[in-house]
Structures are given as structure tokens and as C-alpha cells.
């Protein structure tokens, strides 16, 4: 799960419509699920961490801190859900990207370097909320041709996608505008955790994608010569919870 940096609010004060906030947040993070990670051009929502639903929450319906971007798809599995923030890691305060693995078969898994049951849980927890822990939709059309709807499928989609401009850089290292061509594929799609895996001996590619993706090289969580995992993540935002992992 790609971990971000949201920054200060653009304004002093709370959002009198947290609807309001969105171009910013869109601005900053990406037209991307901040849980599943998909790219979504319609549809896309200001997603309120400490759901506006609950009423112990209700007064962070405005507040930029409580604020992320989520697809139909996780906002609906999420729904009013409570969040306890020390109890989940957070894509904004946590680096995420070291809580879990991504595989060819579109599956999320625990990471290994979660050796603490409490940061098991905490990353359990956070596929459980959102229904990333949810299996394939065997879903055909009339010539039983698989498609790709649901979130696992599409993420082994984007992960075909990307194995096979993976082996065509391989074959043309040098080609710049090759691997400028995938990071443009890679914003296009979304899925940033497949991509850096797909590539994860190519630092190269790992650092373009890092970078294109916004908030991302923003949240620290990612070494700027090697590309690897930065955690406890830096929360340079100072968030209640933050670096839990």
C-alpha cells in the first residue's frame, strides 16, 4: 500500500464541505484509492479516516488531517466503520509499503519484517476494513472470457501489464524513452505496489515511479538512492499515531 504525504491544509481553518478539499487532495496525492490503490477518474471520494458517520467523529468531518481519497469499493466496505489510529497502520502516518507484499496472483500478504503480533493485527486490520482481504470475483463475459472488475483481478491485470514491459526493458536497458513510456503506463493504471515490485532489481525504475506518483517520494518512507523501505516512517507531518510500524 503506497504510503503518502497529504501536507498542511491549504486553509487555516476546518472544510465547511469537506467536499471542497478534493482538488487538493487529488493535487497532492493522485487520482488513486489511497487503500486499494487503483487509479479512478470518476467516482473518487474525500474519504474520512474517522468515518463522519460516527458521532464521535463528527467533528473531523472537516478537518484535512481526517481526510484521504478512496474508491466506491473500499468507502463502501469501510462504510462507518470506528478507526482507532494506534490500531491500524495508515497509508498517511505509516510506511505502509513495508506492512505488506504484493504477488502475481493479486493477492495482499503480510509482510515478514512483521514480527510483532500487535503489527500483525494492525495490518490485518487495515486489509479487513477496506475488503482488501476479499477473494477473486470470478466474473466472464459471453465467450467466458475472464474481466477483470474487482480489485484482485484488476491488480493482476496491471501485474501482466507491467511483467511484460518489464522483460522489454530488459532487453533495452538503455532506452529512456522505454522506461519514460512505463511510468506514464504506471500513472495511468495505478496499482503502485505491483509496479515496484514487478521491478524491484531495477532502481532506476523504482525511483521514477516514486517519484511520479505524488506523495509518495513527499512521505520519506522510501531511500532516495537505494529505494528501500524508510521505517519507521518519518510522519513529517507530526500525525496523532504516526510510525507505528
Not at 14 to 30: H, I, Q, T
Not at 45 to 55: F, M, N, R, S, T
Not at 170 to 194: I, M, T, Y
Not at 220 to 226: A, E, S
Request: hydrophobic share 40%; with cysteine.
Amino acid at each position: 500500500m503506497r504510503p503518502v504525504r497529504r501536507g498542511v491544509s491549504p486553509q487555516r481553518s476546518d472544510f465547511s464541505n469537506y467536499v471542497d478539499a478534493k482538488p487538493e487532495l487529488v493535487s497532492r496525492l493522485g487520482s488513486y484509492c489511497s487503500y486499494c490503490e487503483r487509479r479512478v477518474n470518476t467516482n473518487l471520494a474525500v474519504e474520512h479516516i474517522q468515518p463522519k458517520g460516527l458521532a464521535a467523529s463528527k467533528a473531523l468531518i472537516g478537518t484535512w488531517s481526517n481526510f484521504l481519497l478512496a474508491c466506491v469499493n473500499c468507502n463502501a466496505t469501510k462504510k462507518d466503520k470506528p478507526v482507532v489510529l494506534a490500531n491500524l497502520f495508515l497509508p498517511d502516518r505509516d510506511n505502509t509499503s513495508a506492512a505488506f507484499v504484493y504477488s502475481e496472483d493479486g493477492k495482499i500478504a503480510l509482510s515478514s519484517t512483521l514480527t510483532l503480533p500487535v503489527d500483525q493485527d494492525r495490518a490485518s486490520d487495515l486489509l479487513a476494513l477496506v475488503g482488501l482481504d476479499k477473494k477473486i470475483s470470478e466474473l466472464t463475459d459471453a465467450n467466458d472470457k475472464q474481466i477483470a472488475l474487482d480489485r484482485v483481478s484488476q491488480r493482476m491485470e496491471v501485474w501482466g501489464i507491467a511483467s511484460m514491459f518489464k522483460d522489454q526493458i530488459v532487453r533495452e536497458p538503455n532506452n529512456n524513452a522505454l522506461r519514460d513510456c512505463v511510468v506514464q503506463l504506471a500513472l495511468a493504471h495505478g496499482f503502485f505496489s505491483v509496479w515496484m515490485t514487478v521491478f524491484l532489481g531495477d532502481i532506476d525504475m523504482r525511483k521514477r515511479f516514486i517519484e511520479a506518483f505524488p506523495g509518495t517520494a513527499e512521505s520519506g518512507c522510501f531511500d532516495p538512492t537505494t529505494t528501500n523501505l524508510v521505517f519507521p516512517a518519518p510522519n513529517r507531518d507530526h500525525l496523532r499515531d504516526g510510525s507505528k510500524l
